[in-house]
Structure formats: structure tokens, C-alpha cells
């Protein structure tokens, strides 16, 4: 891994902006949709509620995002060569948008043609995405654990998508595959194989360099992914055998693992040389406690049956895990690349040093502090409205207002971008 990063080959930053400037509003739509439905929404990961927010989530908020991401990172910090970004991103994103919007409709309005249709949208577009990308990261000269973890990650993207379109297919057409354990499997490559993998990948890099700790260590970050991997392969052995107890044996090592992830990037945080915080350190904070709170929890209904037994232990898991987690982490990841992007490129118009603001300058501190604030507040309704369910449209109104936020504050920031643009073209 090279200890620098390789800012000539950042793509143009329209790239990662139509993916960025486009996932919080999925998550206002899911708040949206939360608010219309009430309780009904949480009474069962089964429900058409349920499904269509998690979808909106995983498929809206943080595959668009990490999209977006990837398109930046594998350049910049792996020295990877993706081809033709722009065009690649021009057809990914819209195909994506189409796709999950499909999905999440079929879902919602129990229409099985609209799961269908959806399938070849998420093959053309993810399958293009995960061909780039993955030669990109294959032919690049860089070493290290964070190509690694990317590159596994990419894999896990890979399957998620598979299993997904194999599931879409089954429910549209009544296929003899085992739905349940389809699901089950589907969901933790998702959240596992792809999410997780690319998010400990990218913070081995990001967290010591943005945030001023000391890096991970040699151990972690060499056993992290591919026991992370084994562990996932184990799980899907699940659609082959009938192993009753093959769960407990899987599930508890992998909260394990979560766990020594978690608590090891809060020690790495805790210890750091600056300690003044600011919203993106703090948004990854609410995501690594989320983390170990996910991870208590899950072991806690793996050992005492009689609590896992209720539908709603499941929907909790799925908040810690989706809000709590992954909306909190890419957040703040976002409040970091945004500001830093707009740095970059107004660098490389050419113009006067003194013409380019400060990073701190493209996203008012006090604007991603209150949104940060609102963020955990949502999340804390979200949890509570799983067993209090008065609270449920509440909670749905809090999450669409704190995504609209965040979106504003992305959008306010491109156009603080567009006007130092132009005034430094105008200066030349």
C-alpha cells in the first residue's frame, strides 16, 4: 500500500458526486415511508414495510455511496487505474436508481413483476461496476491489507448481488429454493462480505490518516478479512447441510470479531494524538458503539433462545447494524471526502493559493455537528420504536429529517465548490 496518496489519478469529481449527492434522499424516503406505515413496519422483518426500508437503505443509501467512494478511492489511495470513470459511473448510477426503485416498489406493493424487472437493472449495472473495479484493483502494483480487504470486498459484492437476483427470481416466480436461509445468507454477504469488508478495509487507511491515530495493527489487519471470510463461507454452508446447531457454532465468532473490530478502532480513537473531535470522528465513534452493541446483542440472543425467539430482536439487529453502523460510518465518511474533493480540485484549476478556502470553509462545522446530533437521536427512536411502537412515526420523521440534512449540507457544499470555481476561471 503506498504510504502517500496518488491525487493524479482522481477522477473528475462529478464522478463520485452523482452517486454522494444522491444517497440521503433515500434515506428521506425511507424515513418517509416508515412515518407513513407506523408500527406495522416493525412487527417482522417479513413485512412489506420492512423489506422495502431495508433496501432503500442498503440498496439507496449505502451502495450508492460506497459506489461513489470506490470510484475515488481506488485511484487515489490504491494507485488503481479504473477504466473510463466517468462513463462507467454515467451508466452504474442511473441503472442502479432505476433498480432499487423497482425492488423497493415490488416489495412494498407485494408485485412480484417489479422484483423481476428490477433483476437484470441490478446484473447490467453491478456486474459492469464489480468487472472495472475489479481489474483495477488487480492490476495495480500497490501491496498491503487494505487492497486486500477491498479486493474481497468486491467479491462479497459479487455474491450479494447473486444471491439477491437468485431471491428476486424465487419470489417472482415461485422457485423450489429454501427462501429463509436464502435470505439469511444473502444478508450477512451483504452486510458482512461487502459492507463490512470494505469499511475495515478503507479505515485501515482513513482512520490513522484522517484522524491522527496510530495505525491498526499488523495482526488485526492481516487475520481481520479472511477470518471474516472463512467465517462467511462456514455460514453459507447453511444452504447445503442441515446442521442444527451450525448457527451458534458460526454466529458467536463472527460477533467476535465484530467486536475486537469495534472496541480496537474506539481504543485507536481514545488514544489518539488530537483530541479535539469533530463530526466525521464522532460519526465513525456512533458507528463503532453501534458495533459492539450489535454484537452484545446478537450474542445474547444466540445464547438465551427464548429472546431471539421474538420477530423483533431481528428488526433491532437490522437498525444497529444498517443505522446504526453503516448509515453512522458512511456519514461520516462522506463529511470527510466531500470537503477534501472540493480542496483537490479547485487545487488543480491552477489558480492563486490564496483562492482556494480552507477544507473547513465547505461544510459549516456547526451544520454537521447539529445533523450528527439528529442522526443519533433517530437512531435512539429507532431502537426504541422496535418495542414501543407509538414512537415508530416519530422515529420514521427523525430519520427523513436527519438524511434531508445531510443531503442539504452535501448539496450546500458542491455549490460552495461552484462558486470558488468559478471565480478562480474568472481570475485566470
Known amino acids: 500500500m503506498h504510504a502517500s496518496l496518488s491525487f493524479d489519478q482522481a477522477p473528475p469529481i462529478s464522478v463520485p458526486y452523482r452517486f454522494f449527492l444522491v444517497a440521503p434522499w433515500f434515506g428521506v424516503m425511507a424515513g418517509i415511508l416508515l412515518a407513513w406505515s407506523g408500527s406495522d413496519?416493525?412487527?417482522?422483518?417479513?413485512?412489506?414495510?420492512?423489506?422495502?426500508?431495508?433496501?432503500?437503505?442498503?440498496?439507496?443509501?449505502?451502495?450508492?455511496?460506497?459506489?461513489?467512494?470506490?470510484?475515488?478511492?481506488?485511484?487515489?489511495?490504491?494507485?488503481?487505474n479504473v477504466w473510463r470513470p466517468k462513463l462507467v459511473a454515467n451508466t452504474v448510477q442511473p441503472l442502479l436508481l432505476l433498480a432499487t426503485l423497482l425492488l423497493v416498489a415490488g416489495f412494498l406493493f407485494s408485485r412480484p413483476g417489479l422484483l423481476s424487472a428490477a433483476v437484470p437493472f441490478f446484473l447490467l449495472a453491478l456486474g459492469g461496476f464489480v468487472m472495472v473495479v475489479a481489474l483495477a484493483l488487480w492490476r495495480t502494483p500497490a501491496t498491503g491489507m487494505t487492497l486486500w480487504a477491498m479486493r474481497m470486498a468486491i467479491g462479497g459484492l459479487a455474491v450479494t448481488v447473486l444471491l439477491g437476483s437468485l431471491l428476486a427470481e424465487a419470489l417472482a416466480y415461485g422457485l423450489a429454493v429454501p427462501i429463509v436461509e436464502l435470505t439469511n445468507v444473502h444478508l450477512v454477504w451483504g452486510l458482512g462480505g461487502w459492507a463490512l469488508m470494505l469499511l475495515a478495509g478503507v479505515s485501515y487507511h482513513v482512520v490513522p490518516m484522517f484522524q491522527l491515530t496510530k495505525p491498526y495493527p499488523l495482526w488485526f489487519t492481516r487475520w481481520f478479512g479472511p477470518l471474516l471470510l472463512l467465517l462467511l463461507l462456514a455460514w453459507s454452508l447453511r444452504l447445503f447441510l442441515d446442521l442444527s446447531r451450525w448457527s451458534m457454532l458460526v454466529t458467536l465468532p463472527l460477533l467476535a470479531i465484530l467486536s475486537v473490530y469495534a472496541g480496537l478502532t474506539l481504543w485507536l480513537q481514545y488514544t489518539r494524538r488530537r483530541k479535539i473531535h469533530d463530526a466525521t470522528s464522532l460519526y465513525f465513534r456512533v458507528a463503532m458503539v453501534s458495533m459492539l452493541i450489535l454484537a452484545i446483542s446478537g450474542a445474547a440472543f444466540v445464547l438465551w433462545p427464548a429472546l431471539g425467539a421474538d420477530p423483533r430482536s431481528v428488526v433491532w439487529l437490522g437498525i444497529l447494524a444498517f443505522a446504526g453502523v453503516f448509515v453512522s460510518a458512511i456519514s461520516g465518511m462522506m463529511y470527510k471526502i466531500v470537503p477534501f474533493l472540493n480542496w483537490l480540485h479547485l487545487q488543480r484549476l491552477g489558480g492563486p493559493i490564496s483562492a482556494v478556502p480552507n477544507m473547513k470553509k465547505m461544510i459549516p462545522a456547526e451544520a454537521m455537528t447539529g445533523q450528527l446530533r439528529l442522526h443519533v437521536l433517530a437512531v435512539v427512536l429507532l431502537l426504541a420504536a422496535v418495542w414501543q411502537p407509538g414512537l415508530t412515526r416519530l422515529a420514521g420523521l427523525t430519520l427523513a429529517a436527519s438524511c434531508a440534512w445531510l443531503g442539504w449540507n452535501l448539496v450546500g457544499s458542491v455549490r460552495r465548490y461552484q462558486g470558488f470555481r468559478d471565480q478562480i476561471r474568472a481570475a485566470a
Not at 412487527?43 to 450508492?64: C, D, K, N, Y
Open 41 to 80: 413496519a416493525f412487527v417482522s422483518r417479513w413485512t412489506p414495510e420492512a423489506l422495502a426500508l431495508t433496501h432503500l437503505i442498503a440498496l439507496g443509501f449505502m451502495l450508492q455511496a460506497m459506489c461513489g467512494a470506490l470510484f475515488q478511492f481506488i485511484p487515489v489511495a490504491v494507485g488503481g
